[in-house]
């Protein structure tokens, strides 16, 4: 099992820019797919997101494409999520997410966008974008 809690939230104008950061603990973080969800009032959880255990290409979501920027660091048990240009309809709840590898193998790209596929989710952070 592996624990998860975000930081890095906050308040911030158009334009803007923020790191998330997810502090993972428990099992080797290495062997987890990671990603990053969020969820405005009102909405599902939503896709923005994601690196397979294996690292490789990430996935992003068409809305932060080009803007956002999802990175891990194994050595720190730690994953980020760079977010430049930010617009007001990013304003949501960040949420870090995790899976074993043992669940992913048989992902495909679209797999990684299921919220449900997800076994692990850390608290949330707070991401405000004022215009």
């Known amino acids: 099992q592996v624990q998860l809690v975000e930081a890095g939230g906050g308040l911030v104008q158009t334009g803007g820019s923020l790191r998330l950061s997810c502090a993972a603990s428990?099992?080797?973080?290495?062997?987890?797919?990671m990603g990053w969800f969020r969820q405005a009032p009102g909405k599902e959880r939503e896709f923005v997101a994601a690196?397979?255990?294996?690292?490789?290409?990430?996935y992003y979501s068409d809305s932060v494409k080009g803007r956002f920027t999802i990175s891990r660091d194994n050595a720190k048990n730690t994953e980020y999520l760079q977010m430049n240009s930010l617009k007001p309809e990013d304003t949501a709840v960040y949420y870090c997410?995790?899976?074993?590898?043992?669940?992913?193998?048989?992902?495909?790209?679209?797999?990684?966008?299921?919220?449900?596929?997800?076994?692990?989710w850390g608290p949330g952070t707070q991401v405000t974008v004022s215009s």
């Open positions: 428990g099992r080797p973080y290495s062997s987890y797919a």
């Open positions: 997410a995790a899976a074993p590898r043992a669940s992913t193998n048989s992902w495909s790209a679209s797999s990684y966008k299921r919220y449900d596929y997800w076994g692990y």
């Open positions: 690196f397979s255990s294996n690292g490789g290409t990430p």
